[in-house]
């Protein structure tokens, strides 16, 4: 155990991220990435109000977009302001304290991203293939048990990260980072943070391609329930039910398969492509996924409508 003295120089740190220190323009792309993560709060907040506030979406599938929501502001929020600080006033200092409570966060919410999605999988499968028992099996207050349920698991879940890491003694203060995640606090520890780094993969592959098999089951059998359905109406509804969560699949897993696969089979990327596959991860899904649920859900696209027509 670290002694009290220990703990008192730790809180003491303060990183300097030095992500940043190649880009040509950093002001540029500063405000590039401020208009997007605006964008980001804006569009979810939107989202979360529009369900919240008008009953008709008071509905199993709107309450889990509306986590979703909930989900992406939070992620964006753990990484997003850090960078934009960097960036456009030059702010490159983080406390230690600090630090930890962002790598928790950045990762928790990520993880909540994965179980948020494999949740929505599952609320398809129930709607195509018991359309007649899905609100007996999916009622609103069980959906908001299972959402709450699945924070309390996360949040359980990646406090290995902080405990496994916090008590390591830091010594390099400069880390080539955009922000705390658990590469940038393992890197400047004095320790080897390969065993650190192996045990991220190893949960970040469990977690990552465990909800994506619990997503591709529930998507076979929603298949299977579609192939043996005669009615071509049938099939066209189901095929518009579930493409809406599709999208938000691809626009989460796609970049951030690409990362880790790239990162951990020894190709060597630079720092601009390295941050440029971690920011499209963040924010890609997070900007994607209201526009894809506003556009499809009909009561939400007739709202917007009128707000733009009174505009």
């Known amino acids: 155990m670290m002694s009290a003295q220990n703990i008192s120089v730790q809180t003491a740190i303060e990183f300097v991220f030095r992500g940043f220190d190649t880009i040509q323009s950093p002001l540029a792309v500063?405000?590039?990435?401020?208009?997007?993560?605006?964008?980001?709060?804006?569009?979810?907040?939107?989202?979360?109000?529009?369900?919240?506030?008008?009953?008709?979406?008071?509905?199993?599938?709107?309450?889990?977009?509306?986590?979703?929501?909930?989900?992406?502001?939070?992620?964006?929020?753990?990484?997003?302001?850090?960078?934009?600080?960097?960036?456009?006033?030059?702010?490159?200092?983080?406390?230690?304290?600090l630090c930890l409570m962002q790598m928790f966060l950045f990762h928790y919410s990520g993880l909540m991203e994965m179980l948020a999605i494999s949740v929505m999988a599952f609320d398809r499968f129930v709607a195509i293939s018991s359309p007649l028992r899905y609100h007996s099996i999916l009622s609103n207050s069980r959906c908001i048990l299972i959402a709450i349920s699945l924070w309390v698991v996360g949040s359980a879940i990646m406090a290995v990260l902080p405990a496994t890491i916090a008590p390591l003694k830091i010594c390099y203060f400069n880390v080539k980072y955009m922000f705390c995640d658990y590469a940038t606090v393992a890197r400047a520890t004095c320790v080897d943070p390969e065993p650190y780094f192996n045990l991220m993969s190893i949960m970040t592959a469990v977690v990552c391609f465990g909800t994506l098999s619990?997503?591709?089951?529930?998507?076979?059998?929603?298949?299977?329930?579609?192939?043996?359905t005669s009615s071509n109406t049938d099939k066209k509804k189901a095929f518009n039910t579930c493409v809406s969560h599709l999208i938000v699949i691809i626009s989460?897993?796609?970049?951030?398969?690409?990362?880790?696969?790239?990162?951990?089979?020894?190709?060597?990327?630079?720092i601009e492509e390295r941050n440029g596959l971690m920011i499209l991860s963040i924010l890609g899904p997070a900007l994607i996924n209201p526009f894809v649920y506003c556009l499809k859900t009909k009561e939400i696209r007739n709202k917007i409508f009128k707000i733009v027509k009174k505009m």
Request: charged letters at 10%; a positive charge; aromatic letters at 12%.
């Open 252 to 270: 989460f897993y796609a970049p951030s398969i690409t990362r880790i696969v790239l990162t951990r089979v020894g190709v060597l990327l630079t």
């Open 214 to 228: 619990f997503i591709f089951l529930s998507y076979l059998k929603i298949v299977i329930v579609v192939v043996k």
């Open 30 to 97: 500063g405000v590039v990435l401020l208009i997007l993560y605006l964008l980001v709060l804006l569009s979810n907040f939107v989202t979360i109000c529009f369900i919240v506030m008008d009953k008709r979406l008071h509905q199993p599938m709107y309450l889990f977009v509306c986590n979703l929501a909930i989900v992406d502001l939070v992620y964006c929020t753990s990484a997003c302001p850090t960078m934009i600080g960097i960036l456009i006033v030059g702010y490159k200092t983080i406390s230690y304290v």
